[in-house]
Structure formats: structure tokens, C-alpha cells
């Protein structure tokens, strides 16, 4: 009996292992429509440029028996697909690389075990790493910290090194990564558009149509969509803006949203860049002497350190993960997350980028809508699908470590050791966005006062019970410790008025 390969439509590397797992006898599924795509308001952009790939893609795939399963209106969904397709066709074998989420897999053992079909899910092949050097790193340890998984990997691979020591000395160059917008004395050269042919059009029109509830503009779409269109991108961040990319990693900038950055998780996550490939070119323009080794370094960092670290916690975690709610945090995602409409400068600076172009760069998703949410105590489950359905590069094994874990602290230390909570007189170090803001971000109690300065020492006050005892934590509460009564008693009020607003 023959076997099914499936493709899902974020699985396009070309290296994936279900092509080597079946035969040309055997039959090959390319499924569009992941599920929650119907369940979730996704940008218009993240549905064009995966179905638009996707269909790019199959063309390139040399194998008779394809089968392509298209996003529909009403699509009746994975297992319904699966049950149609089998008994069209007895297949022994299902091969599947594993898919971006815990349900989907679930669903697919589900399906298998109740029909008697071998499941094999393969290794995904668009990581450095896979789960077994996370398993092996991670056994015995009490705690995992991102930063020693980091310079495993880079031993392991043999990444920026020198005599098998760090290039330079130091393993991390994060301090000299952190200039803020002020410091910034050069035009950033803008994105090259990226021509839109028929098929991306036609898919434009399908989506628009199909997922008509969906959240965001498609008319700024400028996203790779083919292998070697995204390879292109990722040489023209190297030959542009890789040079200052470590300087302003940190740093916004009104109406610049992408800075520096590179633009390429969307292509590493749905497998048209290959992570090695982007690794082995940043070392080799800091060995050419093409841009400084903080650069490099800091890029080498996201990349073999973050995002691998970051999905390891996602998979040694799941599903009890998804359920954390370290300061049981209820509210709701105010509206402004939606439309952008609010006096504060920055978040609304940060929702319009995301309207516009289904993207922010890290520090934006991080201090800002992260840290508002977390100091404004919003619920995980809504701001964890905010992040999910806004952002051209989310998928639940990314996004939840990113949002749950590092932005809101709701899993209460898995992935941080101490909440990346921060006040207002952050974002206007590292920003422009304060000067031509409604709100003063030097204020704390006065009328004018930015809401991120007394909702920060609120969450302070508010959670001191679980994080007074945390050692990193101590600083801080012997500075609140020293506020007077009165002043306490205002920051309180001003926050409360404020969440009656908004909420
Ligand atoms: C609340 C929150 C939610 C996030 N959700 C996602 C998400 O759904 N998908 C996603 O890919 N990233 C997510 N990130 C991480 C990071 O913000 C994005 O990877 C980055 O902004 C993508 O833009 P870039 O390619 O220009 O990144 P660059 O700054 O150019 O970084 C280079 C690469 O490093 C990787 N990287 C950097 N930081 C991280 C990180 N923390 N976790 C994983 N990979 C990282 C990305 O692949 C990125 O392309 C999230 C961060 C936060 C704080
Ligand atoms: S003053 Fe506060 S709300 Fe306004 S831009 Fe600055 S940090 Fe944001």
C-alpha cells in the first residue's frame, strides 16, 4: 500500500524530509487552509504571502501524485480533508514534517491512531538545531537560560568562532547594541519594492474575498514569495543595512518601521530561507570586514540563540504552556490594538506599521505593545492571539514563547528570569515617539503624565507578593519602597481612571 506525504503551506523548505520519505508511487498533499486561519483575524498579507508561496512552490516539486488542497470559504478543515482524501485512496503511511502547533498535531495522531494509519512526523528541517540538542542541553538544568543554550549551539557549529573561543572574546555584545533613535545620523535607505506578478494579484483578490473579517492592508504587500526571491532579500539587508543593524537593534523611530532590521523571519519560518544560509553569510561580511562584529553577533545571536532556544521552550513546554497565567490577568485587549486609535504616540505608531506592512520590529513587539499589555494586565489568551493573527512571521510555537514568556511574563519565568517591565523614560531613550506625544513621559502623577510611568510602578505595587522575592527584582521594590504614601495612592488612582477608559 502506498504512503501520503503532507505539506503544510509554512513547510516550504526544500530540503523537506517528507520528500525523501515517500516514492514516486506514493502521493503528495499540499494543504493551504491551517486552521487557524478561519479561527483568527490573520493580516491580509501573512494569508497572501503563504497561499501565494505555497502556490509558487508546488510547480517547483518534481512528483506526479499531487494533490493541492486550496483555501475555500467554508473549508471543512484538516481531519474532514484527511478522512475524504483516504477514502478516496487506502494509504498505509501518513509522512509529515512537524506542523507550527501543538493542536495540529495533536489532530493528526488523532486522525491516525483512529484509522489505523502509521503517522511519521520528520524533523523540521528549517532549524539549526533539532529537539534532540535541545533535550540533551536541556537535561538536569533548573533553569534554562537562553544565553548558555546560545553558546552550545555556536560551540556545537563552530559559529563566530576563534580557536574555539569567542570571536573577539566575548560571547555577547548586547551592551554596545543599544543606541537610541537620537544617536541615529543617517537616512535609512528604504526597501527596494518587490515586483507583484498575476498570481499574487489573483490571490489578493481570493483573500480578500475569502477572509474578509481579516485584520490589516494588503496595498503595501512587498514580501518575497518564491526561494530565490527571498535569498535576493537577504542580500540586500547584508549589503545595506546589516552594517548598523547591532548599533539600532534597539532603537524607534516614528514612521521608520523597519530600521535596520533584516525582514527575514517570515521567510525563515515558513522555509524559503534556510537558517545556516543567513548565519554563514553574516560571518562571512564581518570576516570581509563588511560590517562590525556586534552586527554580527547580534544577528547570529536572534537567530542560533532566540529563535532556537525560543521553540525548544515552545515544545518541552506544551500544552500545559498555552494555559499559564502567572498574575492572572483578565482584561481585554483594548480596541486601540486594532485600529490604532489612542493618544499614545507609540502604540499608535506601532499598530499602524502593523496595519500596514503585517510586521514591527522585536523592541516595538516587545516594549511597547508587550510591555503595555503586561503593565495594563491583559489577558494571555488575548493578547497571545493578537500577536498570532497580526504578524506576517507568527506561529504558535514563536509567538507564544515570545508573547506568553518574554513580553508578559505570564509564564512566570520559563523563559526570562525577571519581567521586561519598563516605563516610559525607556521608550523615549530609545525612541522618538515621546516628542510629539500628547503625554509627557517625565511625568508620573500630573495631568500630562505618560500612562506607562504610573502603570509601571502600579504593576509594581500591584504584583509585589510574586515578584518582590525575585533577586533581580530587588533593586527596584527598594527603590518603590522608598515612594511616599500619597505618592502610591495617586499612581493608583491615575491607573485605575485610565483602565476604566480603555477597558
Ligand atoms: C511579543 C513578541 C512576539 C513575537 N512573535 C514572533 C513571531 O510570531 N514570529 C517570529 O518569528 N518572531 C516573533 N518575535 C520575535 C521577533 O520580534 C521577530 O522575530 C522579529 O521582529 C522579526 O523581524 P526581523 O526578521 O526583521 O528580525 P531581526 O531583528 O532582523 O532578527 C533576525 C532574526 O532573528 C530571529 N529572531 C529574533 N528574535 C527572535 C525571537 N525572540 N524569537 C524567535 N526568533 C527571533 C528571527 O528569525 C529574525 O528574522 C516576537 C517577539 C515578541 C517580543
Ligand atoms: S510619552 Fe508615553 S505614551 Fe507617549 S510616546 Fe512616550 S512612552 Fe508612549
Known amino acids: 500500500m502506498s504512503s501520503l506525504g503532507l505539506v503544510f503551506v509554512d513547510q516550504l523548505s526544500k530540503n523537506n524530509l517528507?520528500?525523501?520519505?515517500?516514492?514516486?508511487?506514493?502521493?503528495?498533499?499540499?494543504?493551504?487552509?491551517?486552521?487557524?486561519?478561519?479561527?483568527?483575524?490573520?493580516?491580509?498579507?501573512?494569508?497572501?504571502?503563504?497561499?501565494?508561496?505555497?502556490?509558487?512552490?508546488?510547480?517547483?516539486?518534481?512528483?506526479?501524485?499531487?494533490?493541492?488542497?486550496?483555501?475555500?470559504?467554508?473549508?471543512?478543515?484538516?481531519?474532514?480533508?484527511?478522512?475524504?482524501?483516504?477514502?478516496?485512496?487506502?494509504?498505509?503511511?501518513?509522512?509529515?514534517?512537524?506542523?507550527?502547533?501543538?493542536?495540529?498535531?495533536?489532530?493528526?495522531?488523532?486522525?491516525?491512531?483512529?484509522?489505523?494509519?502509521?503517522?511519521?512526523?520528520?524533523?523540521?528541517?528549517?532549524?539549526?538545531?533539532?529537539?534532540?540538542?535541545?533535550?540533551?542541553?536541556?537535561?538536569?538544568?533548573?533553569?534554562?537560560?537562553?544565553?548558555?543554550?546560545?553558546?552550545?549551539?555556536?560551540?556545537?557549529?563552530?559559529?563566530?568562532?576563534?580557536?574555539?573561543?569567542?570571536?573577539?572574546?566575548?560571547?555577547?555584545?548586547?551592551?554596545?547594541?543599544?543606541?537610541?533613535?537620537?544617536?541615529?545620523?543617517?537616512?535609512?535607505?528604504?526597501?527596494?519594492?518587490?515586483?507583484?506578478?498575476?498570481?499574487?494579484?489573483?490571490?489578493?483578490?481570493?483573500?480578500?474575498?475569502?477572509?474578509?473579517?481579516?485584520?490589516?492592508?494588503?496595498?503595501?504587500?512587498?514580501?518575497?514569495?518564491?526561494?530565490?526571491?527571498?535569498?535576493?532579500?537577504?542580500?540586500?539587508?547584508?549589503?545595506?543595512?546589516?552594517?548598523?543593524?547591532?548599533?539600532?537593534?534597539?532603537?524607534?523611530?516614528?514612521?521608520?518601521?523597519?530600521?535596520?532590521?533584516?525582514?527575514?523571519?517570515?521567510?525563515l519560518n515558513s522555509g524559503l530561507l534556510d537558517p545556516m544560509d543567513c548565519i554563514e553569510e553574516a560571518e562571512c561580511r564581518y570576516r570581509n570586514n563588511e560590517a562590525p562584529l556586534n552586527s554580527a553577533e547580534g544577528f547570529i545571536r536572534q537567530i542560533i540563540g532566540w529563535r532556537e532556544f525560543i521553540r525548544g521552550i515552545y515544545w518541552s513546554n506544551m500544552p500545559h504552556y498555552k494555559e499559564l497565567n502567572f498574575f492572572n490577568n483578565t482584561n481585554k485587549l483594548p480596541s486601540f490594538f486594532w485600529d490604532g486609535n489612542t493618544k499614545m504616540h507609540c502604540i499608535a505608531d506601532v499598530v499602524d506599521t502593523t496595519k500596514k506592512n503585517a510586521y514591527a520590529h522585536h523592541i516595538q513587539r516587545l516594549m511597547v505593545t508587550g510591555n503595555f499589555a503586561m503593565l495594563s494586565g491583559i489577558s494571555p489568551n488575548d493578547i497571545c492571539d493578537w500577536y498570532l493573527s497580526v504578524y506576517i512571521d507568527a506561529y504558535e510555537w514563536v509567538e507564544l514563547p515570545n508573547t506568553l514568556g518574554m513580553a508578559t511574563f505570564s509564564d512566570g519565568g520559563v523563559v526570562g528570569s525577571k519581567p521586561y517591565a519598563a516605563s516610559g523614560k525607556y521608550i523615549n531613550r530609545m525612541s522618538n515617539y515621546c516628542s510629539?506625544?500628547?503625554?509627557?513621559?517625565?511625568?508620573?502623577?500630573?495631568?500630562?503624565?505618560?500612562?506607562?510611568?504610573?502603570?509601571?510602578?502600579?504593576?509594581?505595587?500591584?504584583?509585589?507578593?510574586?515578584?518582590?522575592?525575585n533577586p533581580r527584582m530587588g533593586l527596584i521594590y527598594n527603590t518603590l519602597s522608598k515612594f511616599q504614601e500619597p505618592f502610591k495612592e495617586k499612581v493608583k488612582r491615575k491607573s485605575d481612571i485610565f483602565f476604566k477608559e480603555i477597558f
Open 436 to 469: 510629539s506625544c500628547e503625554y509627557n513621559p517625565k511625568n508620573t502623577i500630573e495631568d500630562d503624565s505618560c500612562p506607562f510611568n504610573y502603570l509601571y510602578w502600579n504593576f509594581l505595587m500591584k504584583n509585589q507578593g510574586l515578584l518582590s522575592k
Open 18 to 267: 517528507v520528500y525523501e520519505s515517500i516514492g514516486a508511487e506514493d502521493s503528495l498533499l499540499f494543504f493551504e487552509p491551517m486552521s487557524s486561519f478561519y479561527e483568527l483575524p490573520h493580516h491580509k498579507q501573512k494569508l497572501i504571502y503563504l497561499i501565494t508561496s505555497l502556490r509558487k512552490y508546488i510547480p517547483t516539486i518534481k512528483h506526479e501524485r499531487v494533490i493541492h488542497e486550496k483555501v475555500t470559504e467554508n473549508h471543512e478543515g484538516l481531519t474532514k480533508t484527511l478522512k475524504r482524501i483516504f477514502s478516496e485512496q487506502q494509504f498505509e503511511k501518513l509522512y509529515v514534517t512537524k506542523p507550527s502547533d501543538y493542536q495540529t498535531l495533536k489532530e493528526l495522531m488523532f486522525f491516525c491512531q483512529s484509522n489505523s494509519i502509521i503517522l511519521n512526523v520528520l524533523e523540521d528541517t528549517k532549524f539549526v538545531s533539532n529537539e534532540e540538542d535541545f533535550d540533551l542541553w536541556s537535561k538536569g538544568k533548573k533553569s534554562l537560560i537562553q544565553e548558555y543554550f546560545y553558546r552550545w549551539i555556536r560551540k556545537k557549529h563552530s559559529v563566530l568562532m576563534d580557536e574555539g573561543k569567542p570571536e573577539g572574546g566575548k560571547w555577547n555584545l548586547d551592551k554596545e547594541n543599544r543606541k537610541g533613535a537620537s544617536a541615529l545620523k543617517e537616512i535609512i535607505p528604504d526597501r527596494k519594492p518587490i515586483k507583484t506578478d498575476e498570481l499574487t494579484i489573483g490571490v489578493m483578490v481570493e483573500v480578500d474575498k475569502i477572509f474578509n473579517k481579516s485584520f490589516g492592508d494588503f496595498e503595501n504587500f512587498n514580501w518575497a514569495t518564491t526561494h530565490k526571491e527571498a535569498w535576493n532579500q537577504m542580500l540586500e539587508f547584508f549589503d545595506t543595512y546589516f552594517k548598523n543593524y547591532g548599533s539600532f537593534q534597539d532603537a524607534m523611530k516614528s514612521n521608520e518601521p523597519f530600521m535596520f532590521h533584516s525582514l527575514l523571519s517570515a521567510y
